[in-house]
């Protein structure tokens, strides 16, 4: 048992120990590296995606093979290099509706027009940012195609291609170029989405019917300039390889009908996509400007480049 003296003692012992402990210097943690996404968006530790093991391998070796073949590349030479790589690659529709509830889908074995841009700009910018490694080109994906890179539900995901570009040049990704060397004003009321909501499996939900009718009003107050397509060969010299091209269209409700990358041969402009007319990623047999010529419903192009 203790006595009173004893208790003091144990008292004084202990306040000088705290005492002491007080006195020395404060070990701050290191801040752990920021990630190659972080720069863009919050992203998440948890994402969930969805891909198959020859997915990851397929994205791996190229961006592996890219980065040893043209080290301290630009963002528009990895963007060429790498779609190289998937040249032939089919035309499928529809990947990203693949399961629910709504995640990160990853398919390098079939991809459409936007997922075949979407994947090359995250594989490029996950080895120039980063390490190349699956997870970097994971959540960079997700920052491209959700806003915040943080996945919610359907309506989570950047659906009408004019907020595709706008999101993403707020994010710092790139800049929207035809609003500076545009001609025309672009100014869309989209709604196709929310008045064909049969042809979307997921708008059975009404829940995401009206948060698409609040998607579509925001896209519908986008002010852009655009290129009409038969201006297309007088400003040829002001994009790049590497830009992004999107199809701007009359057709009602929707902004934009197609996309894909530019590609100079011989000195003129093509289009490198994910094309419907052969189903697969080609590169446009003739000119763009010519490509467009008969295309009825399509009234010219936005472009953007990668920063």
């Known amino acids: 048992m203790n006595t009173p003296g004893s208790f003091v003692t144990s008292i004084c012992l202990l306040f000088f120990t705290l005492s002491c402990q007080s006195a020395q210097p404060v070990q701050e943690k290191e801040a752990p590296p920021a990630k190659a996404w972080q720069q863009w968006c919050p992203g998440t530790d948890d994402l969930p995606v969805f891909f198959s093991e020859s997915d990851s391998i397929l994205a791996v070796k190229a961006m592996q093979e890219v980065s040893a073949a043209i080290p301290q590349a630009s963002i528009a030479d990895l963007i060429m290099a790498l779609s190289g790589k998937f040249m032939g690659t089919p035309y499928v529709a529809h990947t990203l509706e693949v399961k629910e509830p709504e995640q990160l889908v990853i398919n390098l074995s079939g991809m459409d027009c936007t997922t075949f841009v979407e994947q090359m700009l995250a594989m490029a910018l996950a080895i120039q940012q980063g390490e190349g490694s699956f997870e970097d080109f994971a959540q960079i994906l997700a920052c491209i195609r959700y806003r915040d890179g943080i996945i919610e539900d359907y309506p989570s995901r950047l659906h009408y291609f004019t907020e595709w570009l706008n999101h993403n040049a707020a994010k710092g990704i790139l800049e929207v170029l035809s609003n500076e060397i545009g001609m025309e004003p672009f100014k869309r ?60 269209t009359d057709i009602d409700g929707l902004d934009v009908s197609h996309t894909g990358f530019a590609i100079f041969q011989n000195g003129r402009l093509h289009l490198l996509h994910a094309s419907t007319r052969t189903n697969m990623v080609e590169i446009s047999p003739v000119p763009l400007d010519e490509y467009l010529a008969p295309l009825r419903r399509v009234t010219g192009i936005l472009v953007a480049r990668v920063k």
């Open 189 to 248: 009321q989209v709604s196709f989405m929310t008045t064909n909501p049969g042809s979307y499996r997921q708008l059975k939900n009404p829940t995401f019917v009206e948060k698409m009718k609040e998607v579509e009003k925001n896209v519908s107050g986008f002010e852009m300039k655009y290129i009409p397509k038969g201006k297309i060969r007088n400003i040829e010299t002001k994009i790049k390889d590497g830009d992004i091209i999107a199809f701007t």
